[in-house]
């Protein structure tokens, strides 16, 4: 009985993960530039991806904060459907930040 029992449990577990691995197939729903940028997002393909961008001729920021794909924005679609989504999204992210320091205090002369 106990044997039965553990096959069975064996065999709901296997067939449950293999349900939540299958991949979700996208299929682009039209031609447009910023379609072929969502779909190239999700390759997982950072180069093509910011090349992709820069052919929009929109800024990066423009891209990341306004594009949207299937209702989500850029990074949410990524990382719902992408490959390699944690790579991906931070070449997104860190391209969209810029810090500069700028020393804005001088010291005095003593000597003159």
């Known amino acids: ?9 064996s065999v709901v ?22 379609t072929k940028l969502c779909m190239t997002a999700v ?6 991806t910011l090349n992709a961008i820069k052919a929009t001729g929109y800024s990066h920021k423009f891209v990341i904060d306004n594009v949207k794909c299937n209702a989500n924005d850029m990074i949410t679609f990524v990382d719902q459907y992408g490959k390699n989504s944690e790579g991906m999204i931070r070449a997104l992210e860190r391209r969209g930040t810029h810090v500069s320091i700028r020393d804005i205090a001088m010291l005095a002369r003593k000597y003159r």
Request: no cysteine; proline share 0%.
């Open 1 to 9: 009985m106990k044997t039965i029992s553990k096959i069975i449990l």
């Open 13 to 34: 577990l296997t067939s449950g993960v293999a349900l939540s691995s299958q991949a979700v197939e996208l299929k682009a729903g039209d031609n447009s530039q910023l």
């Open 43 to 48: 390759t997982g393909n950072r180069a093509a």
